[in-house]
Structure formats: structure tokens, C-alpha cells
Nanobody, 125 residues
């Protein structure tokens, strides 16, 4: 069974950091693109960052560039999202998703066939 599991969310003060993990089971991520998405209450789900597992190409939303870093560990079948300088507006449920096409996109959520359950990130003072 193909599954993605996010972890690492929590409560953090503005300016703080968190590292999210997305672990895959039941399949190898080697030929996928993995995206991180987030959804705040009352808002649509939006793309945050994605990585092409085969060559490490990365993409970031403008709102997180310079603050978030996506990385991969193919041996552990895991993708990470390091989030620094967190802001109040980063508060959301964060999801990881796998795109079997392997190209990566922050806009076309329909390309992602597999989704995790999400992990809550709350930035609050």
C-alpha cells in the first residue's frame, strides 16, 4: 500500500524554525516529484515547494523563498522541509504529495496522486 506520512509540525513563535518530514512507504520515491502544500482555514490549498527526486531540482513559492528549504534523502525514502524565519501567515496544515510524472509543480495539484494526512504548523506568539 502506497502511503505518505508527514511529521514535525507543531507550535512555534514567529521567527522560529521547524523541520517537516515526509516518509514514503510501499513505493520508492526515486522517480517521483514530491511537493509540499499547505492549507490555512478558509483558504485554498497552495503549493509551497517541490523537489524532483531523480535530480534534486527544486521549486519554491515566492512567499517562502529564502526561508524554506526542501531536501531529499533517497536512501531513507524521505523528503524534508526546513522552515526558518516562520511568520504568522505560515500557519496551516502542511501536506506532502507525490507526483508520479516526476516533473514537479506547485500549481497543478491534480498531478499529485498520493497525499499524506497532513501536519499542523501553528506560528503564534
Amino acid at each position: 500500500q502506497l502511503q505518505l506520512a508527514e511529521s514535525g509540525g507543531g507550535l512555534v513563535q514567529p521567527g522560529g524554525s521547524l523541520r517537516l518530514s515526509c516518509a514514503a512507504s510501499g513505493f520508492s520515491l526515486d522517480y517521483y516529484a514530491i511537493g509540499w502544500f499547505r492549507q490555512a482555514p478558509g483558504k485554498e490549498r497552495e503549493g509551497v515547494s517541490c523537489i524532483v527526486m531523480s535530480d534534486g531540482t527544486t521549486y519554491y513559492a515566492d512567499s517562502v523563498k529564502g526561508r524554506f528549504t526542501i531536501s531529499r534523502d533517497n536512501a531513507k525514502n524521505t523528503v524534508y522541509l526546513q522552515m526558518n524565519s516562520l511568520k504568522l501567515e505560515d500557519t496551516a496544515v502542511y501536506y506532502c504529495a507525490a507526483d508520479p510524472g516526476g516533473w514537479g509543480s506547485l500549481e497543478y495539484l491534480d498531478e499529485y496522486d498520493y497525499w499524506g494526512q497532513g501536519t499542523q504548523v501553528t506560528v503564534s506568539s
